[in-house]
């Protein structure tokens, strides 16, 4: 791969929309072991509150998750790999990031649910500032 190819191939992966779109993949190998990534993140994104004892899991998977990441993307800074490659690993860098997201986003609330709590947190500031003024 030449040095025009991989700035591409790397400019696709600083794309602030190059996720979009992008799937989950089925299987990955991460640290020598196949996972059922897409499963487990549909596993997850399914619960309700993530409990304690899931809750190690999923930042363990994440750890290793951002550690595939960076092994790829270096391949592809080395340059050392054909171009095909190098097309193959951004597509499994985005679906990486898009699972990373996906995992990272489990304990934030919903849009709707975190309108309610910004509208009750703030009607209680007033209520309580009515008080100190009343």
Known sequence: MNEHERDRLLGKLRRASGT?????????EIEGESVDLRS??????????VPESQRERIEGTLSSLRRARIRRKRRIEDGEIPVEEGER???????????????????????????????????TEL???????G
Do not use: N
């Open 20 to 28: 979009l779109g992008e799937r989950v993949p089925e299987q990955i």
């Open 40 to 49: 487990f993140v549909f596993e997850c994104d399914q619960l309700e509150t």
């Open 89 to 123: 690993l951004v597509t499994e860098i985005r679906g990486i990031e898009r699972a990373i997201r996906a995992l990272e986003a489990l304990d934030e609330p919903e849009l709707g649910e975190q309108v309610r709590r910004d509208d009750v947190r703030r009607a």
């Open 127 to 133: 209520r309580d500032l009515a008080r100190r003024l």
